[in-house]
């Protein structure tokens, strides 16, 4: 559907089964996404290939679907040339997601993400992190952090694609602009839910008036927006497009 509605990016989670087989699932369990149940970890990827797939958000009321449990490998294919990914690596499995990114020829296709703080080393120049978009995820502890300083860390030595900014006052979006400015990284926010830059809104409220909350986070120096409504994103993109 993202490569059908032409959206850029398409965000997806990546975990590993007990067989070591890397598959497309969010959650620790199997009970919410399918109709099957217990720890992912405890199931192989045979194991996987018989639940179907609930629709929608899941849970015990969504219809089931005739769609399957995806492969990282099959993903990867079915993106190559379409449509870049953003992986959510869900466990401590980088070096492995890394590696089958490299197999199927798509470093430049793939963004890859990890939590950076105030003591965290420059992550984009580490392995396994240097040979694919990367984006630190700022961590905002007790919503105190100096994200800026966390930012500006990032960027000795290496250059990371975008900072993803988490739940953060507004006030503190200026001094991450002027750094993401300094050193030519983009800043990407999330807004499926209202409050991650606080006072912005999210999803529900950018449906009603795109400018208002897309727009300003355009003008005010976000480029990366990740959101569940791509459709209406993408429409009132268009509309920039021709002022």
Request: hydrophobic share 45%; aromatic share 4%; net charge negative.
């Amino acid at each position: 559907r993202c490569i059908a509605i032409g959206a850029d990016v398409m965000e997806t989670d990546v975990r590993r089964a007990a067989d070591g087989t890397l598959v497309m699932l969010h959650d620790a369990t199997v009970d919410r996404t399918t109709d099957g149940t217990g720890k992912l970890s405890e199931l192989t990827l045979a194991d996987l290939q018989k639940l179907r797939l609930r629709s929608d958000e899941g849970g015990a009321q969504a219809p089931l679907t005739d769609q399957r449990v995806v492969t990282l490998e099959q993903m990867l294919a079915a993106a190559k040339g379409h449509i870049l990914l953003n992986l959510d690596v869900k466990d401590a499995i980088y070096v492995q997601v890394v590696d089958a990114v490299t197999r199927a020829g798509m470093q430049h296709h793939v963004i890859v993400k990890a939590e950076a703080g105030i003591a965290t080393p420059p992550l984009a120049g580490m392995v396994p992190f240097n040979t694919v978009y990367f984006f630190p995820i700022l961590i905002n502890a007790h919503g105190t952090a100096d994200l800026a300083a966390i930012a500006t860390a990032q960027t000795r030595n290496a250059h990371p694609m975008a900072f993803e900014l988490p739940k953060m006052a507004a006030s503190q979006l200026p001094a991450l602009v002027a750094v993401s400015k300094a050193h030519n990284v983009r800043l990407m926010v999330n807004s499926l839910w209202e409050g991650f830059i606080a006072g912005y809104g999210g999803d529900a409220d950018a449906e009603r008036d795109p400018d208002k909350v897309w727009g300003r986070m355009y003008r005010d120096g976000v480029s990366i927006i990740q959101t569940d409504a791509p459709e209406a994103l993408l429409a009132y993109r268009a509309t920039l497009e021709k002022r």
